[in-house]
């Protein structure tokens, strides 16, 4: 693990968090690390910690934060955020700093994937034929084979 | 009781199972569901990369409902997570409302904030209730031992939730068990997540977190697992042959949606409840319930 260098300070990413609407504010962190600890994505690899997330927000390391793997790691379970005695929202932060690393273009294959399947389709899975046939055969109602109006609601994004 | 049933991208495509059971039990209930065609996938897997994108969908599948006038009962908790935030937000931020309505007014749509969106499991406690639930058992589920895991967004984030369980010490899956004659094993972890979204971006990292759950409910004794959402069946039923070659270990658990359950309760049969559909193999259990 690298030592934070604190010459890639950011304050203005600083401050567009920590006034955000959505995520509401971090700056209250304690570092007590009750996050970590909760963390099961961390009792299986170390090397993702949401509290060293925390911490090099608090010290607005924002391309180590954006340009790295470790965000990607979180599994969107809000345990930290539950557990968090500030009442940080530290899931909806993470999540949010996703989205800030695909508009910078760094977003892992698979996820950018999926989206463009979604963007493409207006749902995940196409419902073929084939699936069709085997709904039917099990009393389901069938169902279209992609989402024509979501597809055009994503148009452009 | 009548509900728009929202089924979302993964239960139609891959996990029929659930679908079937949780038709077949709200109509032994006395629950109406109505299929809206035009609903899409929510929104959730574009939250992490296209946040305003994914509150467009769930914002549009919110509409669909609302000009029917009913209320949405969702199968996936990761759609009624992302169903539900969006509600909530869109329901206390003017601003945002406005911007997404100036984009589905272009579909001839609007989001007007009168309509509710619950899991199957809540609308079971709180419309049809443990009582009614208890009432129509007719099978006895001899002493099965069943580990439930309630996994994140059927309780998560809570600020979105009014309370209806409590995610650091969650009951209601299990209260529905209990009245259905099952006996609730407790395990390691049990609140822990199942790692499917970490699924696409490691793998590895992923099954690991799934194993680690797979075999505190194989030490604990447990006959089953139970669950609600169609990405943690992904992990622990789809991918359980991965996870025992990986750590290299025997657990051979039958994963069952909660439905399964009750409907194996309630008397129906194998076919009715898709058990063929499970992938760790269903017959020695039904067997021994003598189905």
Known sequence: ?157 | MKYSLFLGCTIPARSRNYELSARAVASQLGMEFIDIDEFSCCGFPLEATDEMGAILLAARNLALAEEKNLEICSLCSACTSMLTKTAYRLNRDRELRDKVNHELSKLGRAYKGTVRVRHFARILIEDIGLEKIKNSVSRDLKGLKVATHYGCHYLKPSYIYEGFDDPQDPKTLEEILEAVGAVNIQYRRKKDCCGGPVLLSDESVALDVAGEKLKYVKEAGADIMNLVCPFCDLMFDSNQKGIEAKFGLELNIPVLYLPQIIGLAMGLDRKELGLNLNSVNTKDLTARLEV
């Open chain 1, 1 to 157: 693990m690298n030592r934070i260098v604190s010459e890639d300070y950011d304050p203005d990413f600083i401050e567009e968090l920590d006034s955000s609407e959505i995520t509401g504010a971090f700056s209250g962190c304690l570092a007590c690390r009750t996050c970590t600890s909760g963390c099961p994505v961390h009792r299986a690899n170390n090397e993702y910690d949401p509290l060293r997330i925390m911490r090099m927000l608090t010290f607005g390391l924002k391309d180590e934060l954006i340009g790295g793997d470790m965000i990607w790691l979180c599994s969107d379970c809000y345990t930290c955020q539950e557990n968090c005695p500030m009442g940080i929202k530290v899931t909806d932060i993470i999540n949010h700093l996703k989205n800030m690393a695909t508009s910078a273009k760094h977003t892992p294959i698979g996820v950018s994937t999926q989206e463009k399947l979604l963007k493409d389709q207006g749902k995940i899975y196409i419902i073929d034929d084939f699936d069709n046939k085997k709904r039917t055969k099990a009393g389901l109602p069938p169902l279209p084979e992609i989402n024509e109006e979501a597809k055009k609601l994503l148009e452009k994004r």
